[in-house]
């Protein structure tokens, strides 16, 4: 019985102790509370949506092996409160033997990245929270971490398909407060990689659309923002059917593009955004991609409109001065030489 005992005080020692230290996992009193970690090192899944195309995910977290993640020396990492010294990456990689088909056809391409107290609300302004993601060091869309105080949130990034079909990998790679201001910090709970894709080797993505937007230059609170796809015609080369995927960002004053949803609450998904949701001051920019009758994406386009003025005749440049100084200063010249002429 004193054995029985002595054996059952142990393991609940050891079991305190284990969870003291999960209590503590490198998150400081500033982070969130700890979560419960039910994924694998690597979890990855492939499922058949069952219209000739399949989804592969591939979730990479602080409990994830090399190649696709190690600590690193600077303190910060997954599960860790980190700040602007404690930048890192990791790797995100398709399943080999999708990868080497010599059919496949890559549908789309996304990262969604949960992180926790990521201060980018629209009110911090410039002085807000900026942390840059990049995948094989180039810009995703959006390009900054979204998320508001002392929450959990994910941001969903569009990631260009040439990018993963260049070798199978993506290097992934976080750049926490860029702009240095020690203010901020963050800690990410996971980073999970959806690839949607084909095999049969029937099917081509679509071409790049050709676009015009209106208006073309001046914008002013009384215009709708609106993008039309002209071309071209045909617009995939299998002639398949072809529509477009919409997805708007403003500027706000924070310096840099975030999605509208996040920052003004309205999710435009259409070609047009209409005058009553824009104000003064903002700048919008919008992303169209062709998407195929079975789900393949093409390349996409970005458009930008001007920062948005109360109204474009006042904040315009006349363009009578511009006319009259040239004009003054040649009279002015033809009067010298008359005048030394009469001389």
Known sequence: MRCKIMTLLIVLALFTGIASAYDTNDLNSNGPEPLIKVAAATGESIVDNLDGTYTYT??????????????PANGGG??????MDQDYGWMHTLDPT??????LTINS????????????????GLEGEYDHVTADGVDMNPVYLQGT????????????PSL????????MWIDIDMYDTDSWATTLEYSKLIVTYSTDGSNHIPYEPVVEKSPAYCVDTNDNLVVDVTGPNPADPDEDAVTYKYRWYVDVGTGGYLDDDFALGIDHTGN???????????KWMVQVTPVDAYGAQGPMVEVEF???VRECGEEEIPEFPTLVLPIAAIIGIALVFQRRKNE
């Open 272 to 282: 047009t955004v209409p005058a009553a949701d824009t104000s003064v001051g903002e």
């Open 78 to 83: 997954f599960g860790i409160y980190s700040w």
């Open 109 to 124: 391409v996304q990262i969604v990245i949960r992180a926790w107290d990521v201060d980018a609300e629209p009110e911090h």
């Open 58 to 71: 591939q979730t990479v977290d602080e409990s994830s092996t090399a190649p696709h993640y190690t600590a």
């Open 306 to 308: 001007e920062t948005i």
């Open 149 to 160: 105080d002392d929450t959990w949130s994910t941001t969903t990034f569009d990631v260009n």
């Open 98 to 103: 999708i990868y080497a088909d010599p059919n």
């Open 164 to 171: 993963l079909l260049n070798d199978g990998a993506l290097d």
